[in-house]
């Protein structure tokens, strides 16, 4: 009997923790903020930030949010996380990506207060995750690692392969699942697009991680029985509904299902844990810079 884990009762349980210690760090004075930038006009952005800002309201945390034009200059964005970075009230910070082409993506990612970075991009934040001292995990791969203790899948001694590479995603994913400790100490294989072999790799894992972005790249003949495949990928495909497209994953879902014992499915899947994971890192910022003790 295959397992669909519902994302969205895990993100829950993760927001009342937030909730729970946003009044702790109330009692105390205390309010977490939140400071989103948007310097984009790309609809898919323009959402995730309103979700996020939400997700704030609904959990006790202060959002502000800035947009800035994206025809203005790299130097009006500096200056805006230059200010972020001196607010008091602000405890955490998140640059939407992509910013435009004539922004260096590095130096708004170095830019940011590390103590701030609550997406864990900086390099002194990336460099902390590789030696095993993490400050804030990355949202999208903290989310995967809250999934399976969820469902009470161990990482430890297993074959877990990874499919993409990138800073955000795949990177930090197989970092987290080699880490010494809970949640990781599993064997762990990287896939990219020049990989050769694929479904040989992906056939061995226990755990599959899938975020290529290639809409339903993973079919039922790529996985292995019983493995536990988790879809991060979220692609919007052509569709005759109102909007004129439908998210869907990396996974084929219904070709995976029978094989795979536990899956996550798109949408309701790995998307709620990383905004979960963007409050938990939120909080754990102001518990940080007020020296106010929460549990996380
Ligand atoms: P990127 O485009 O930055 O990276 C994709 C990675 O997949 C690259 O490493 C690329 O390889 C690899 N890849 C592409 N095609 C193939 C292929 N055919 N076979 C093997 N590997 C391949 O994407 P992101 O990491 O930012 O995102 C991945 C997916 O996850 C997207 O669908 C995105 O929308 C989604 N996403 C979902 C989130 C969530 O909350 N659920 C959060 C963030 C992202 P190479 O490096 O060689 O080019």
Same mark, same amino acid.
């Given at each position: 009997m295959t397992t669909i884990i519902d994302g969205n009762e895990i993100a829950d349980r993760i927001r009342a923790e937030v909730s729970?210690?946003?009044?702790?760090?109330?009692?105390?004075?205390? /309010?977490? !903020?939140? #400071?989103?930038v948007l310097m984009s006009d790309d609809g898919a952005s323009e959402t995730y930030v309103s979700m996020k800002q939400q997700a704030c309201e609904e959990t006790g945390i202060d959002g502000f949010h800035h947009e800035i034009d994206p025809d203005e200059p790299a130097a009006v964005l500096y200056d805006r996380i230059d200010e972020l970075n001196a607010d008091p009230t602000v405890h955490g910070i998140l640059v939407q990506m992509p910013v435009p082409d004539h922004v260096d993506k590095r130096e708004v990612l170095a830019r940011i207060d590390p103590r701030k970075d609550v997406d864990?991009?900086?390099?002194?934040? +990336?460099?902390?995750?590789?030696? !095993?001292?993490? /400050?804030?995990?990355?949202?999208?791969?903290? &989310?995967?690692?809250?999934?399976? #203790?969820?469902?009470?899948?161990?990482?430890?001694?297993?074959?877990? +392969?990874?499919?993409? /590479?990138s800073d955000i995603v795949g990177k930090p994913m197989a970092n987290l699942l080699v880490q010494y400790g809970e949640g990781g100490n599993a064997t762990t294989t990287?896939?990219?697009?020049?990989?050769?072999?694929? #479904?040989?790799?992906?056939?061995?894992a226990d755990i599959l991680v899938a975020a290529a972005g290639v809409p339903?790249?993973?079919?039922?003949?790529?996985?292995?029985?019983?493995?536990?495949?988790?879809?991060?990928?979220?692609?919007?495909?052509?569709?005759?509904?109102?909007?004129?497209?439908?998210? +869907? &994953?990396?996974?084929?879902?219904?070709?995976? /299902?029978?094989?795979?014992?536990?899956?996550?499915?798109?949408?309701?899947?790995?998307?709620?844990?990383?905004?979960?994971m963007l409050l938990y890192n939120t909080v754990k910022a102001a518990s940080h810079q007020s020296g106010v003790a929460v549990e996380l």
């Open positions: 729970a210690c946003t009044e702790t760090l109330a009692a105390s004075d205390v /309010r977490p !903020g939140l #400071a989103t864990g991009f900086h390099p002194e934040n +990336v460099g902390r995750l590789v030696a !095993g001292n993490a /400050r804030f995990k990355p949202c999208t791969p903290h &989310g995967v690692q809250k999934i399976l #203790a969820a469902e009470g899948i161990e990482t430890e001694g297993k074959d877990a +392969v990874v499919v993409g /590479r990287v896939c990219h697009s020049r990989t050769r072999n694929l #479904a040989e790799k992906t056939r061995n339903e790249m993973i079919d039922g003949d790529m996985i292995q029985e019983g493995a536990t495949v988790i879809d991060v990928g979220i692609n919007r495909v052509e569709a005759d509904t109102e909007k004129g497209y439908e998210l +869907v &994953g990396d996974v084929d879902f219904e070709s995976c /299902r029978e094989t795979a014992g536990a899956i996550t499915p798109v949408p309701g899947g790995v998307g709620p844990l990383t905004i979960a």
